[in-house]
């Protein structure tokens, strides 16, 4: 049974970091493009930053670009998004998406497999 299992979500103040990890069982992440969306309340869920097999290449929405940082550690099975100077409008609950095969091609890849969220709230 697959499990992406995300943790390191909470409320912080403006200006804050936050490292959010995932790990994965039943699937080798080496084996498959690994990302982050969110979705905040009233809005539709977004991709935030996607990493390659490889760790080589990665992606970025414009709105995190330079504040955010995606990785992998693929001998843990397990991928992070380092989250720094964190905005309000950065709130939202969290995902991990492991995508179908090792291309991501873009932020917005297509993810066979969802976790189950962890919850970011930034306070102004």
């Known amino acids: 049974q697959v499990q992406l299992a995300e943790s390191g979500g909470a409320s912080v103040q403006a200006g804050e970091s936050l490292r959010l990890s995932c790990a994965a069982s039943g699937l080798s992440i080496s084996n498959h493009c690994m990302g982050w969306y969110r979705q905040a309340p009233g809005k539709e869920r977004e991709g935030v930053a996607a990493?390659?097999?490889?760790?080589?290449?990665?992606y970025y929405a414009d709105s995190v670009k330079g504040r955010f940082t995606v990785s992998r550690d693929n001998a843990k099975n397990t991928v992070f998004l380092q989250m720094n100077s964190l905005k309000s409008e950065d709130t939202a609950m969290y995902y991990c998406?492991?995508?179908?095969?090792?291309?991501?091609?873009?932020?917005?890849?297509?993810?066979?497999?969802w976790g189950q969220g962890t919850q970011v709230t930034v306070s102004s």
């Open positions: 990493i390659s097999t490889g760790g080589t290449a990665t």
């Open positions: 998406a492991a995508g179908w095969g090792n291309y991501c091609g873009n932020v917005d890849f297509v993810p066979r497999r």
